[in-house]
Nanobody, 118 residues
Framework: QVQLVESGGGLVQAGGSLRLSCAAS????????MGWFRRVPGKEREFVAT????????NYADSVKGRFAISRDNAKGTVYLQMNNLKPEDTAVYYC???????????WGQGTQVTVSS
């Protein structure tokens, strides 16, 4: 399986930006659709964005559409999440994962905390 390590989280004021990275190692990273998700304590994990193997097809949750951008560099084995115009409701632990099948995301990383202050 692919192993994932997220980084890039931090504390930012509302309206600010952060770029998250997800570094992959192990099996062929470039063959898989990758996803970003987030979780707030006490709530279910929430879908944020996905990107297909080539990077040409992306999908976003309505709550982040127009503010977040997912991208990937297969040569570097890394997926990115550029987050602009951040809002306090974006505060969460952000995770990346590999899509192995329909609604089948696995190989979760340890997550990176994003905190947006108002």
């Amino acid at each position: 399986q692919v192993q994932l390590v997220e980084s890039g989280g931090g504390l930012v004021q509302a309206g600010g930006s952060l770029r998250l990275s997800c570094a992959a190692s192990g099996r062929t990273f470039s063959a898989y659709t990758m996803g970003w998700f987030r979780r707030v304590p006490g709530k279910e994990r929430e879908f944020v964005a996905t990107i297909n193997w080539s990077g040409r097809v992306t999908n976003y949750a309505d709550s982040v559409k127009g503010r977040f951008a997912i991208s990937r560099d297969n040569a570097k084995g890394t997926v990115y999440l550029q987050m602009n115009n951040l809002k306090p409701e974006d505060t969460a632990v952000y995770y990346c994962a590999v899509q192995y099948g329909t609604n089948d995301f696995r190989s979760w990383g340890q997550g990176t905390q994003v905190t947006v202050s108002s």
